[in-house]
């Protein structure tokens, strides 16, 4: 049964490193959370080190620079691996093909910039629908619309066979109190439909693979038995930590706060009752990082 802890200290000298989870843990898409802040930071200043691991769909030089608007301090973070550069990776090694139809954003153009990791990538043109050979998403055309818009678009591409790669397997966020559908829910639609779809983000492997070898670029190679993985995400952050055989803590005022009866910490009885339906227990619960 998980062991609901009062704050990360209470567990932090049996890891090495975390993976951190962001939106939902570290802050709401619009300002940071002190206290996760200082948990942060309290636990790099103990040696352990900070990989912030996100589903965000765009390289982590963009990600590192939305943190700095919102006011995330970079002396509670190490490095960052992105569900973006995992996708990416994929992307310029041909995985969906050369001529791709993108779905999402003006503000993820980045997603398509080179990639220094990647030797002898191909070369990425975006395309209409009807000319494209598979597609990449990296969030809706609208975050607000519902997913069934998409509908007519996604008949012709099952039609035609294409490979939808999903740069953030995310199904929602929260933007303070505002929540939005993410990529992850355009990919399920795209499934549930009979298409295929790839995934590259938490709780596949391939970002978890990224994620270690950042540490190691860093000097700090960890082995998984000293890596903690937290996060709020129930289909996401919990299920990928324990499927790589990590330790997890869940953030139950996250995403599922109100199935948590979250205040400061979680109901017990609904915690337990949540994660019965999840099948999933990971190691550690805590109402918010801190």
């Given at each position: 049964?998980?062991?609901?802890?009062?704050?990360?200290?209470?567990?932090?000298?049996?890891?090495?490193?975390?993976?951190?989870?962001?939106?939902?843990?570290?802050?709401?898409?619009?300002e940071?959370?002190?206290d996760?802040?200082?948990?942060?930071?309290?636990?790099?200043?103990?040696?352990?080190?900070?990989?912030?691991?996100?589903?965000?769909?765009?390289?982590?030089?963009?990600?590192?620079?939305?943190?700095?608007r919102?006011?995330?301090?970079r002396?509670?973070?190490?490095?960052?691996a992105?569900?973006?550069?995992?996708?990416?990776?994929a992307?310029?090694?041909?995985a969906v093909?050369?001529?791709?139809?993108?779905?999402?954003e003006?503000?993820?153009?980045p997603?398509?910039e080179p990639?220094?990791?990647?030797?002898?990538?191909?070369?990425?043109?975006?395309?209409?629908?009807?000319?494209?050979?598979g597609?990449?998403?990296?969030?809706?055309?609208?975050?607000?619309?519902?997913?069934?818009?998409?509908?007519?678009?996604?008949?012709?591409?099952?039609?035609?066979?294409?490979?939808?790669?999903?740069?953030?397997p995310?199904?929602?966020?929260?933007?303070?109190e505002?929540?939005?559908w993410?990529?992850?829910?355009?990919?399920?639609?795209?499934?549930?439909?009979?298409?295929?779809?790839?995934?590259?983000?938490?709780?596949?492997?391939?970002?978890?693979?990224?994620?270690?070898?950042r540490l190691?670029q860093?000097?700090?190679?960890?082995?998984?038995?000293?890596?903690?993985a937290?996060?709020?995400?129930?289909?996401?952050?919990i299920?990928?930590?324990i499927?790589?055989?990590?330790?997890?803590?869940?953030?139950?005022?996250?995403?599922?706060?109100?199935?948590?009866?979250?205040?400061?910490?979680?109901?017990?009885?609904?915690?337990?009752?949540?994660?019965?339906?999840a099948?999933?227990?990971?190691?550690?619960?805590?109402?918010?990082?801190?």
């Amino acid at each position: 049964m998980t062991r609901i802890i009062d704050t990360l200290a209470d567990v932090s000298d049996q890891y090495d490193a975390v993976f951190c989870d962001l939106w939902g843990c570290v802050h709401n898409g619009l300002e940071p959370f002190a206290d996760a802040i200082e948990a942060l930071r309290a636990f790099k200043a103990k040696g352990g080190a900070v990989l912030l691991l996100t589903n965000a769909p765009r390289p982590r030089v963009p990600v590192a620079e939305q943190l700095d608007r919102i006011g995330v301090p970079r002396d509670c973070w190490d490095v960052i691996a992105t569900s973006g550069d995992s996708a990416r990776a994929a992307m310029l090694t041909g995985a969906v093909g050369q001529k791709v139809w993108h779905i999402g954003e003006a503000h993820d153009h980045p997603f398509f910039e080179p990639m220094e990791l990647i030797e002898n990538a191909v070369e990425i043109t975006c395309v209409p629908l009807d000319e494209a050979e598979g597609i990449v998403c990296t969030g809706p055309f609208d975050p607000k619309a519902d997913t069934s818009v998409m509908r007519p678009e996604f008949l012709l591409a099952k039609t035609k066979g294409l490979k939808l790669l999903c740069a953030n397997p995310d199904i929602v966020v929260d933007r303070g109190e505002s929540r939005e559908w993410c990529a992850g829910a355009l990919a399920q639609l795209y499934t549930e439909m009979g298409g295929e779809s790839l995934y590259f983000g938490k709780p596949h492997p391939p970002i978890y693979d990224l994620a270690r070898r950042r540490l190691t670029q860093i000097g700090r190679p960890t082995p998984d038995d000293r890596i903690l993985a937290i996060g709020d995400g129930i289909v996401t952050d919990i299920p990928g930590g324990i499927g790589e055989n990590i330790d997890t803590l869940f953030i139950t005022g996250g995403l599922a706060r109100a199935e948590t009866g979250t205040d400061t910490q979680p109901d017990p009885s609904k915690l337990a009752r949540f994660l019965t339906d999840a099948q999933l227990e990971p190691t550690y619960s805590i109402g918010f990082l801190r």
